[in-house]
């Protein structure tokens, strides 16, 4: 998709020529899963999908949003002076959520836009769509309004706007992956600092193949929440003889040590994971950084086992694409990433290997799940940024 197709496809809609088009990417996570709101280490990147969108200021207050994804919904209408929450904003309510949540800092726009929207992300695959979308509209708050505010709190927003606005109990990662994702470079996150360093991600002959089992994820409807508050739980155990603020503030031996405590297997196998998959995480890092893919490989794998036994967020799709990812040549490490409970896995496979892998995983999948997975490239992207003609 390009500059010229999204201002047709605007024109088509608006019946004018849009001012201004700009693109926000979706994101994967290398490693590092259920880690960030625990104040541990995420490893994500911006990728090449995204959406798009075509934008023009209006003279009056007015918001008027169409998608192309969605058409049946039409054109979705709403005023500046009235930014709260109401079910019929429909797909809409990420960018009014964004505008609602600035203008709680004095973050105001007086004039209204036109905005078409058009998204080459897998329908609930759990490449964050929604943070795509929050930062497309913190971008053009940036570009287009001119708002003074820095990148990293145009993020914090698309948080408040997932916690706050839309009552989901998720982290900050997705919203800083889009937002802050650089060409050929994945970003390790302190989660609880917001510390950040830059990896240049050099594959050497092998590419990240991203597997769609093309089972819609609905964060609200999962059971994100849960294994959120079965985390603060045992955190809240541990705390009543350790001097720690989060999990990710203990290493592995620190956790063993001190799970007694805990005193529940459940809870117990649910820290356990986001210890050690921070762990998992930092050491995945310095491999990347040392040109060790091997090992790199072996920690996906085993963040995967961990996903599966501890955080039990896999299920039947995600272990299928997985597991068959195992066995095939020239692959070093396969794993589920985002949330589960269907959505996406990524696996590092050799370049050469690609067209066979995705035939044998592919086969595999459709023979025992019943329908089809999808297959993709994983180019990692800039952030969100504004297109020229």
């Not at 500059?3 to 001012?19: D, I, M, R």
């Not at 003074?148 to 990662?173: C, F, H, P, W």
Request: negative net charge; glycine residues 8%.
């Amino acid at each position: 998709m390009d500059y010229a197709s999204l201002a047709s496809e605007y024109k088509e809609t608006f019946n004018a020529e849009p001012q201004r088009v700009f693109f926000s990417p979706g994101r994967i996570n290398l490693i590092g899963e259920y880690t960030d709101f625990n104040g541990g280490h995420v490893f994500p990147a911006a990728i090449s999908l995204g959406t798009y969108g075509a934008f023009s200021k209006r003279d009056d207050r007015t918001v008027r949003m169409f998608s192309a994804n969605l058409p049946k919904a039409g054109t979705i209408e709403f005023s500046l002076d009235d930014l709260s929450y109401n079910d019929a904003d429909n797909w809409t309510k990420y960018f009014k959520g964004m505008l609602f949540e600035l203008a709680k800092q004095g973050k105001t726009i007086d004039q209204g836009f036109d905005l078409y929207v058009h998204g080459n992300l897998p329908d609930g695959s759990g490449l964050s769509s929604s943070a795509s979308v929050e930062m497309l509209m913190a971008q053009i708050l940036l570009d287009a309004y001119g708002q003074d505010i820095s990148r990293v709190d145009l993020v914090k927003a698309g948080q408040l706007v997932e916690n706050d606005y839309l009552g989901l109990n998720t982290g900050i990662m997705d919203q800083f992956a889009v937002f802050m994702g650089k060409k050929d470079q994945a970003i390790l996150l302190d989660t609880n600092t917001l510390k950040y360093q830059y990896a240049p991600v050099k594959m050497d002959g092998y590419v990240v193949v991203i597997m769609n089992t093309k089972k819609r994820r609905e964060l609200t409807d999962s059971k994100y929440n849960e294994r959120r508050a079965q985390c603060e739980e045992a955190l809240r155990r541990l705390q009543t003889k350790l001097d720690i603020q989060t999990l990710g503030d203990l290493n592995g031996d620190q956790f063993d040590e001190n799970s007694y405590l805990i005193n529940d297997d459940i809870l117990i196998k649910r820290a356990r994971h986001a210890v050690v998959e921070n762990q998992r995480t930092l050491r995945a890092f310095d491999a990347l950084q040392n040109n060790d893919l091997t090992t790199f490989g072996n920690l996906v794998n085993a963040s995967h086992v961990s996903l599966h036994y501890d955080f039990a967020v896999t299920g039947t799709e995600l272990d299928t694409l997985v597991e068959t990812a195992w066995q095939q040549p020239g692959v070093l490490g396969a794993r589920m990433t985002g949330a589960g409970f269907g959505g996406c896995a990524i696996a590092i496979v050799k370049e050469s290997n690609v067209d066979a892998f995705e035939k044998a995983v592919g086969d595999t999948y459709n023979e025992k799940i019943g329908h089809p997975a999808e297959f993709y490239i994983a180019h990692l992207a800039d952030g969100s940024h504004e297109l020229t003609k």
